[in-house]
């Protein structure tokens, strides 16, 4: 139960497959989560400021 009971976080031989998967899922979570606020952030800020009018980019 030792063994299994702590997943480590180290490029080591036996952990190397995890800790690539943690680094590639958190860059992609991170790279998600900024295509999903832009817009939103576009969309408050149109809706602030008087001076915008319709879809400009």
Do not use: Q
Request: cysteine-free; overall charge positive.
């Amino acid at each position: 139960m030792e063994g299994k009971a702590k997943e480590k976080f180290s490029l080591k031989k036996g952990h190397r497959a995890r800790a690539v998967f943690l680094i590639f899922n958190y860059l992609f979570l991170g790279i998600l989560m900024a295509l999903m606020v832009i817009p939103l952030l576009k969309v408050f800020v149109d809706s602030v400021d008087p001076s915008t009018y319709g879809i400009r980019l």
